[in-house]
């Protein structure tokens, strides 16, 4: 059972956390261990919100304590520490957290003589599914350290093509809303004090500033539909994919086709997929069991189906290249790389020339985009202002030029 917990340390001051217990004796038990004295509880029920606020909320596990989990277990291993003490003094070394109570929680599971891989089983939310795997296969193979330390590596990549995933989408996200809030502020205010001016000046109005006027009428009377439409679409469209996996998988397959930003998306996921794939095929899971824990974290229905048909196209007997191949999802590089490591028993060193060639080229691709972004803005921003310029002081100017004509002309008969 999962509890949240108040308790009191040795220096008299409310600490509270969450830990893993099998009942409020065990917590209480564990507690003292961690020198620390029970004061309430409550039970705290496992859900995809807590896995949610896994890397935001500060009562939860960050990717660099994890990180450091795994560097602080890769020395100590490596310099002969056993386990059990390496897990305590890991705990001993770190303030009051979610982390502490989670190694506290190892610590119990190994002295009660379970592996390691069985304790992190039970925070799904802290250790995936390929963290796991990893694990077991290195407390089996008595190559544990080796395995912390490909996590380490991995962690760190994973960490960077995640912050490159954020600028990916930070940058046209920014861009869209300038132009979206400068266009609404000039059709709610600008464009009404224009037409109150032209209508009194001018007569009979242009088709160019009609039209704009039109619009901005619309927007005035509806800017409160227009304004809640886009959150709607966007909770509707949330709420079918969870209710129908058809609707899941076309919006997951769109998201790679998307223009600019889907290709980058799709090097993203290919590149974590075969630097995943890479890290367990040498650690010595089999393909087959890979490719079944990769459907698990592949984050996109498109990808899971894919590989989910390889899988059967191996078990029935093809080869690993024929049957990525046959689901025409992953591009030459990677079908071609994946034949060379078939056929020279190096397949672990091919995926991850993959990824490292994915890696290079979402990194490209990005700074691309990211100098793209501006003069793109520029454009878009000096249409709408040339726009704006001529349906608004186009008329205002004619009917200047108009006035200067008539004032100067000589008065007739003269």
Known sequence: MHFKYKAMNEAGHMVSGELQ?????DLDIRLQRLQLDLISFRTQRSSRRRAFKFNFGKNYVTREE????????????SAGVPLLQGLQDMRDSVEPSRFK????SLIEDVQAGQQLSYGMQRFPEVFDTIFVSLVHVGEESGELSEVFKHLTESLKWQDEIIAQTKKLLMYPSFAAATIFGMLFFMMMFLVPQAKIFMLNMIGELPLETQILINISDFVVAYWMPLLIMPFVLIIGLWAAMKLSYRVHFQVDRLKLKV??????????????????????????????DSLVILQKTANNLAIEKALEEVSDLIADGSSITHSFAEVKLFPPLVLRMLSIGENTGALDHSLNNVSYF??????????????????????????IMAAMIVSILGPIYD???QNADMTSAPPKGS
Do not use: H
Request: proline share 2%; aromatic share 10%; glycine share 4%.
């Open 21 to 25: 217990a099998d009942n409020a004796e």
């Open 259 to 288: 223009w600019i930003v889907g290709p980058i998306m799709q090097k993203i996921i290919l590149a974590r997929f075969a630097s995943f794939f890479a890290l367990m095929y040498s650690a010595g899971i089999t393909v087959m």
């Open 101 to 104: 109570d989670v190694v506290a």
């Open 358 to 383: 994915y890696d290079r080229e979402v990194k490209e691709s990005i700074g691309q985009l990211q100098a793209m972004i501006e003069p793109i803005m520029i454009i878009i921003l000096g249409i």
């Open 399 to 401: 009917v200047a030029i």
């Open 66 to 77: 994890l990180i450091t989990f795994c560097i602080y277990m890769d020395q100590l291993l």
